[in-house]
Each structure stands twice: as C-alpha cells, then as structure tokens.
C-alpha cells in the first residue's frame, strides 16, 4: 500500500523558506517540526502495516499530528 506522508513542505509549500528558517534559529519551532515528523512517521509504520496498533491510538496519532501542524501554521503565520 502507497501512504501519502504529509510533510511540512508539502502541506504548506507556500512557506517552505520560512520553516528552514525556523528550524535553525527557533528551538520551540524545532521541537515542534521533529515532533510532527515522528508522529507522521508512526501514522505511516502503522498504515502500511509495518506496526500494528489499535484503530483508537491511531485516530489519538492523526490528532496529535494534526494539533501539531496548527501549532507549526500559527507560528509560520506569526513569523511573516
């Protein structure tokens, strides 16, 4: 099975200099960029069938990344 990862310059192509920009100069934003990409990488594992887990911890992961692409979009929005 094909998943569709949902990096950040994929996402929100649109600020795609501006999240290179924040991961080398603001550390929150870092955490938060490293964060969302173990969490997407986890949902990925677990879709193609590399990890298995309940239905209910997967949902709790898809929240978690997508509460955490609204803290990196706040952030990128502040920046400009």
């Known amino acids: ?15 795609k200099d501006r999240i290179h920009e924040l991961k080398l100069s603001d550390g929150h934003f870092s955490k938060l960029f490293k964060d969302y990409h ?21 949902e709790s992961l898809k929240k978690k990344r997508l509460w955490l692409k609204d803290q990196l979009y706040r952030i990128l929005k502040s920046a400009d």
């Open 38 to 58: 173990e969490v997407d990488n986890e949902v990925i594992r677990i879709e193609d069938g590399v990890e298995h887990s309940s239905d209910e911890y997967l």
């Open 1 to 15: 099975m094909n998943i569709e990862r949902h990096s950040l310059a994929k996402e929100l192509p649109e600020f």
